[in-house]
């Protein structure tokens, strides 16, 4: 019988800490800002209240304000706050690839809002992008632990060093923010952490075989 020395698997999305194509995904993360600086910049200057257009809670009337409410902001500061997470945290998210990023991004955008459509205050209407932006940063935290990667815990424990106390977002607290939205994004960030590391998982290559030779 004789043996051969594993193969080491390609390095694919389970080690990788930034996008195989940083252009594009710069590109995307950009774009998606953009769009977030034109709605505000149009709700500015034309006579719309497109606030209005936020998560009404437990309301069917509102319920479509899960799709338009990351894109809405209470005034330039709230969406100057959100800018830098949104850039930063978008873009290493997208170290699996684009397509990846988009599924993990609609179920954040999707668990984050029908959480805040169910359990927030009453007569609240909620917008505003740090609901996705915590998905992605709890993406970030813990997506080398089901990895098993170094190379991204090392960047998670970057980023809970700097970033680390805004996770205290997911509490209640001040009733100006929506720590709803906080809270069930996180929870889609660790979700879709351990779904993409298991989809990742299963596309490695196996083990060669090597065939036993007659004695």
Known sequence: MSTLPAVPAAPGPLNR???????????????????????????????????????????????????????????WEHLFSNTLPVLLFGFLAMAGGVGQWIAVTVTIWLVSGLGVWLTASSGTITVGASGIAFGWLAFLLVRGIFNRSLKQLAVALVLFLYWGSTLLGVLPGNPQISWQGHLFGALAGVLTAWLTARASRSKQPADPVVPELPA
């Open 17 to 75: 800490v930034v996008p195989p194509n940083p252009k594009q995904a710069a590109l995307v993360v950009l774009g998606f800002t953009a769009l977030m600086y034109l709605v505000e910049l149009v709700d500015l200057v034309l006579p719309f209240d497109l606030d209005g257009w936020g998560i009404v809670v437990r309301s069917w009337s509102g319920l479509d304000g899960v799709i338009w409410a990351p894109l809405l902001h209470h005034g």
